[in-house]
């Protein structure tokens, strides 16, 4: 019985100690591809959608997905066809699981790439909480492949250079976000 609880014990702190070392790998890979993994709090996460007004199959992509909160919940919220752009593989995994669970998987694509590598033609809002520094590398993608009207929904950062698009801002202690029209 004694040796039955030893090997308990000791499974549970392996998989304790699996659990950090894969949550570790996760925040030093996203944070090696410029911007560490950081969620939208989900109190703020419901007055973001608030500010806008999402039509049934408007497209919502989300560029550094994380667990794809913002996008699940468009999804299950508004009907709207859902993008998570994720370099991190577990967290792509982890929102595919959520997506399963909650189930906004029917209308919504995880796609493990670079937000470089993916195309924005085909986009209505845009959501993205990324460093500054990687915001203002994706400008001239912004510039050359967004449509009109698009909305981009900036959360945390301000994009630099856009300031005339600039239509609503909503002012929080920790992370502002910011709403730009194309
Ligand atoms: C601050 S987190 C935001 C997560 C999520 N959007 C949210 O608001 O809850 C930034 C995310 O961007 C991802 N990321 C960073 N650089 C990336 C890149 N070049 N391509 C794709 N995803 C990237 C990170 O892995 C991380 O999950």
Do not use: C
């Not at 998989?15 to 950081?38: C, T």
């Not at 029917?106 to 924005?120: A, E, G, H, P």
């Not at 009207?149 to 609503?168: A, D, T, Y």
């Amino acid at each position: 019985m004694t040796v039955y609880i030893y090997f308990l014990l000791l499974l549970a702190e392996a998989l304790v100690l699996l659990g950090v070392a894969v949550y570790g790998f996760g925040l030093i890979f996203s944070s090696l591809k410029g911007a560490p993994y950081v969620p939208t709090s989900k109190k703020q996460l419901e007055k973001i959608f608030k500010n806008i007004s999402l039509k049934k199959d408007d497209v919502f992509v989300e560029l550094g997905s994380g667990d794809g909160r913002l996008v699940r919940y468009a999804i299950t919220k508004y009907k709207v066809q859902g993008i998570g752009i994720e370099i991190n593989p577990l967290l792509v995994w982890w929102s595919q699981l959520l997506a399963k669970r909650d189930g906004s998987i029917r209308k919504v694509q995880f796609i493990r790439k670079n937000i470089f590598d993916y195309s924005l033609t085909k986009v209505d809002y845009l959501y993205i909480f990324l460093m500054p520094e990687l915001i203002q590398k994706l400008l001239p993608k912004f510039k050359k492949e967004l449509k009109k009207g698009v909305i981009i929904i900036s959360h945390g950062f301000k994009i630099i250079g856009f300031e005339k698009k600039l239509i609503h801002t909503e002012p929080d202690k920790t992370f502002s976000t910011y709403y730009y029209k194309i």
